[in-house]
């Protein structure tokens, strides 16, 4: 996904005349809080604590510091719980005052932490700074930053990698998978002069899965959470829904780096994306699977997301998981090779790896909304996949995961979980297997 070449047109971003009068506004209103809150001032009498935690973090607004702890802070409200009418109206005042430097500043840090454009995010320096923070995706790079295995967070991550090792069964879209495996073989080792010619012969190989209809160029997307709009080369609708996003390019190295670089579209209940476009369609979207064909894919749903990255004649499909607070991206499958061999087990790979695909966006598509919003209200970093346990009595209970132990990652797989209905005094230890 690539910047619409215009910087960002999305009423969230600051112009730098506005950003610089919120800026003057937040240090004024630190600075005379910072004043009234001084040596003498009768508040102490009202709630010494909350002086005592404001006089630092009004300092740390003064010097330019960013941090969520100091944003807590500032929304601590005094009580009003004296008689004394100038003292009511100082804590009033006060109040007022810390609403609007609550939100300045609050406004200061979302801009600050917002993901930079997807083009800039593909830099190397600037991927080596944005995931030391904390809205970095969870991609196992650098090695700390790893989440939950996708297999435990959605089934489809599941029987996807479960069907793509096993053997094709004697159906017409398994038939259609090795056609594509075929002409995909044949095809994308071949020199391309220009990254659509590439895409479009891209497209025609995929043709017996993916129909050619199903292709739009260059559209436009925007976000609410997102300050940096950008262009999906390529979209793919199934039923009225987007449920693929693709950058293509001409061959391996000709543009930036686009490791497991993943969009939140979000809005306040689900994640959905708006589709800047003359055409109007029939559902708000949910599901995203977008791909490039050279460097990365990835796909954006609501909860999960699957990517596929063709690097010249290499194809990697990822998946990704969205859990209202982190974007995991893994490799659900090893690279396929997208060239024949003599025995052709890079072909019949390949057309495993397609089928189980299309079977996946099948499943995605097929999904509610109740699905999609009940998914949702799982907590982040827990699994999602397990709604019951077996007991020692062998019977089948119901279980509601709460949080992780903690959020050591060195403990990732650690929760403490509950019976239906929770109940606090009983709960429980649960460790995660994987095999």
């Given at each position: ?363 995605l598509c097929s999904r509610s909304w109740v699905d999609g919003d009940t998914v949702n209200h799982h907590p982040a970093g827990v699994p ?52």
């Amino acid at each position: 996904m690539s910047d619409n070449g215009k910087g960002s047109s999305t009423k969230r971003k600051r112009n730098p005349s506005e950003s610089s009068n919120q800026d003057d506004k937040l240090l004024e209103l630190a600075a005379n809080m910072a004043e009234v809150l001084g040596p003498s001032t009768i508040l102490s009498a009202v709630s010494e604590p909350i002086v005592q935690l404001l006089r630092p973090a009004l300092k740390g607004v003064l010097r330019g510091d960013l941090h969520e702890s100091t944003l807590r802070i500032l929304k601590l409200r005094f009580p009003v719980v004296v008689d004394d009418e100038p003292t009511r109206a100082t804590i009033a005042l006060t109040n007022d005052n810390l609403d609007q430097l609550s939100k300045l500043y609050q406004s200061r840090l979302e801009y600050a932490n917002a993901l930079p454009p997807p083009s800039s995010y593909a830099r190397h320096s600037t991927w080596a700074e944005w995931q030391q923070k904390s809205t970095a995706n969870l991609c196992s790079r650098p090695s700390d930053k790893q989440g939950l295995p996708l297999c435990v967070l959605d089934n489809a991550f599941r029987e996807f990698q479960q069907q793509a090792m096993a053997p094709l069964p004697s159906t017409e879209d398994a038939r259609k998978a090795m056609n594509a495996a075929f002409d995909l073989c044949n095809t994308t080792p071949d020199h391309f002069a220009l990254e659509s010619d590439r895409g479009n012969a891209f497209d025609e190989c995929l043709d017996p899965i993916l129909p050619l209809s199903g292709w739009r160029k260059e559209v436009s997307m925007s976000a609410p959470t997102d300050l940096f709009p950008g262009v999906a080369g390529r979209i793919y609708e199934r039923d009225g829904i987007v449920c693929i996003l693709r950058e293509d390019k001409v061959e391996t190295g000709t543009g930036e780096m686009r490791t497991c670089k993943c969009h939140a579209f979000t809005n306040s209940t689900s994640r959905r994306c708006a589709v800047k476009s003359p055409r109007s369609l029939s559902k708000a979207y949910r599901y995203f699977f977008s791909a490039s064909l050279v460097g990365v894919a990835y796909i954006d749903t609501v909860t999960s997301i699957l990517t596929r990255s063709p690097q010249g004649p290499i194809l990697l499909i990822c998946g990704g998981f969205y859990d209202t607070k982190s974007t995991i991206v893994e490799p659900l499958v090893e690279p396929c090779l997208m060239f024949d061999d003599y025995l052709h087990t890079r072909r019949e790979a390949l057309a495993r790896q397609l089928f189980a695909l299309k079977q996946a966006l099948v499943n995605l598509c097929s999904r509610s909304w109740v699905d999609g919003d009940t998914v949702n209200h799982h907590p982040a970093g827990v699994p999602r996949v397990y709604p019951t346990y077996t007991a020692e009595d062998n019977a089948k209970r119901s279980l509601t995961f709460l949080r992780p132990l903690n959020e050591s990652p060195h403990q990732p797989l650690l929760f403490i979980a509950a019976e239906d209905p929770p109940d606090s005094s009983n709960n429980k230890l649960v460790k995660l297997v994987v095999r």
